[in-house]
């Protein structure tokens, strides 16, 4: 296999198409949106990533890879669509076998079809043969399928694309060696090869055990309050035992994958998935447990003479360092408390999304998050960015803070080690 064409330029396929590049493939990239492809064209990777501009400007200067509005003849054929849920919580696989139907129309005899979009158990058999049909080949013999789902952190792609083992779910025994052989070109970690079934059931486990331990940590976080203490404290002492390891509460769950994917084994398991049901109900409802105690701070502050309590919301991605707003939870709390411009005035902070983005959600940013401090009565911390653990706790005054990710635990935990580190070395230096 040489020529590789990669349907979908968006957070996964982007980086996977300039990744194989690197290597010596030839890379097709293909998007329906023009916009999009002519950016990338153009050297702009119409995403935040770390190295990714970088990355794409050699890529694109080598030869290797060019976007294409048209798919392109390959001898492999890699679909990192988004598979997103509709409304009553089933998973929408519109884009996935849109994609099946271009591909169809361009699959040719040794051809190999890899998804690696998060879907519901059974998804690529069901791709498999709607190729099959469409294009007149014979799967297994004409033309191979494998499922390889994609295992990379936001902020780390390029590292974890290379480092990260691989589970690779083959339709057939040549299906899975020659996705195994496309891999390995550019993969470090290990290549683990089974069905496909149970590789899409892999992909759906490990996201949906994320959820759950989130949900507890969101729980531990609610009973601490409850009792008046600190949470990010009781759980950073509880993770002093040796085979415990809980999580950071948060505003909520976001992006493309935890939040969605417990859903595709809830909607294909209704009977045996009431832990995960109920997860998703813990951390669904956190966002609106945020939003209702800031409208009760709002309300003290009103009955204590403040005609408009001004709030700053300190960040909107769905995790820290990363522009991705995806099913962010952050963004969903700044988007509702901006719907109560009679009862309060609501500001945002996140260098990492643009104002421009934020203004099409109906909210309206601050250029500088001093500024922000400054103008509010209360700051609600949305996002731990690493900008925000370099504020010093006193730079906050007297203002009323809603922290809900563990930022001012941080900062104290810091500036307290910073001091003990500092007596600590006085100390010695009075000993020597």
């Known amino acids: 296999m040489k020529r590789i064409s990669i349907v979908g330029l968006g957070y996964i396929g982007l980086p996977t198409a300039i990744q194989a590049a690197q290597v010596g493939y030839d890379i097709y990239g293909f998007d329906i949106n023009q916009e999009k492809v002519k950016r990338i064209n153009a050297g702009d990777p119409t995403i935040f990533e770390p190295e990714l501009t970088e990355r794409l400007w050699k890529t694109l200067k080598s030869g290797n890879f060019k976007a294409f509005t048209d798919l392109q003849y390959a001898d492999c ?44 158990v059974g998804t690529t058999e069901k791709l498999a043969l709607f190729l099959e049909e469409y294009s007149g080949l014979k799967l297994g013999i004409d033309f191979f399928v494998a499922y390889c789902p994609e295992r990379v952190l936001p902020g780390k792609i390029f590292s974890e694309l290379v480092e990260n083992d691989r589970i690779i779910g083959g339709i057939c025994q040549q299906s899975y060696e020659l996705a195994r052989q496309f891999y390995a070109k550019f993969v470090k970690g290990i290549i683990h090869v089974t069905d496909d079934k149970s590789a899409e059931m892999v992909k759906l486990v490990e996201n949906s055990s994320r959820d759950v331990q989130i949900a507890f940590a969101n729980q531990v976080a609610d009973m601490c309050h409850k009792a008046g203490i600190d949470p990010y404290q009781i759980i950073d002492l509880a993770n002093k035992h040796p085979r415990v390891k809980i999580l950071t509460p948060t505003c909520g769950v976001g992006g493309h994958c935890i939040a969605v994917d417990p859903w595709f084994l809830i909607e294909s398991f209704p009977e045996e998935t009431d832990l995960l049901r109920s997860a998703r109900k813990i951390n669904d409802a956190k966002p609106h447990h945020i939003i209702k105690k800031v409208l009760h701070r709002v309300d003290g502050l009103k009955g204590l003479g403040v005609m408009t309590p001004k709030i700053l919301a300190m960040g909107l991605t769905f995790k820290p360092d990363v522009d991705d707003i995806r099913e962010s939870p952050a963004l969903l709390i700044a988007k509702h408390l901006a719907t109560h411009k009679d009862e309060l005035a609501l500001l945002v902070y996140d260098k990492n ?51 809900t990710c563990g930022l001012l635990h941080d900062i104290h935990l810091k500036q307290s080690r910073t001091f003990l580190e500092g007596a600590t070395k006085s100390q010695s230096d009075v000993w020597e």
Request: charge should be negative; aromatic fraction near 8%.
């Open 77 to 120: 054929f890699i679909i990192t669509v988004p598979t997103p849920f509709k409304e009553n919580k089933t998973a929408d696989l519109r884009h996935v076998f849109h994609a099946g139907e271009i591909i169809a129309k361009r699959l040719m005899p040794g051809n190999l079809v890899i998804l690696e979009s998060t879907v519901p």
């Open 353 to 403: 999304v643009g104002i421009d983005a934020t203004k099409a959600h109906g909210i309206n940013q601050v250029e500088d998050v001093w500024q922000g401090i400054a103008w509010a009565d209360i700051i609600l911390v949305l996002v731990k960015h690493k900008e925000f653990t370099l504020i010093r706790d006193e730079a906050f005054g007297n203002k009323i803070i809603i922290d």
